[in-house]
């Protein structure tokens, strides 16, 4: 099945980390095509999306395309019911879609104050009140999925579902301005940041495109509070694979860790594997070798 997904800038579109979210979080995968967000190129873009005006849109195999990360969520769920985007019991299912709903239309305090950035965490941003307030809801509501549900893993709604993926990028804003929450919350935003397909997203954030200036903010800064990556430098040839793990093309860049050499077909899958090599199963498995 041919899905093509238009995304934003990777570090900064929390939209669009939604939208790759529903794909990548539930087994099912698309071409991905960047639309560099406050440039001429996001408009020339998203042209071969239309009607789409913004990020994510998700050209459909039949070539139809679905704007809006809400309906993504919907239609995909739709197509794959078993790919398990809302949960099987009804009651789960019904605080799930109420979960994205209001998270598709609120919290519009800690998104402006406190846009989401994956290439830096910062100490303290001095979030006002309107932020804490924002915060609050979040963990009643956290905690009111949890009491509805039953669940008691680590996500809200028994498996990780809709409602997950869309709190995907509000967790990614609590770890990267040192937001203040309860420690049942905090927990919730550490499985966010240790979760497989969040954690290869931001590992490309980290190296797909320039510093976006408007994200930029003089606060002061600390390491992000995810998963310590595994030591790892640039080198030179040979490696111990002759086809790079994603593509099975030829290598030609290079990468030192635990003192095996892989291989890789072009910068861009060196790099991102750079930024964080045991998020990656591909990679982890030539290691194992």
Known sequence: MDYHLCIGDRAYSSWSLRGWLLLEGFGLHASIKVAPLYSDEFARTLTGFAPARTVPALRLPDGLVVADSLAIAEELAS?????????????ARAVARALVAEMHASFTALRSHCPMNLRVSYSDCAPPQA???????????????????????????????????FFAPVAARVAGYNLPMPQSALAYVSAQLTHGPFRRWRAMALVDGPDQPFYRRDWPTRPWPGPTPLPAQVCEGPSVNAGCPYSGKPVTHFLRVQEQTLGFCNAFCRDKTLSDVAAWPQAMSLLKT
């Open 131 to 165: 932020v804490l307030d924002d915060l609050a809801r979040l963990d009643m509501l956290w905690d009111w999925a949890r009491s509805e549900t039953g669940s008691t893993g680590l996500w809200l709604c028994g498996d990780y579902s809709v409602a997950d993926a």
């Open 79 to 91: 197509r794959h019911p078993h790919a398990g985007h809302l949960p099987t019991d009804a009651r």
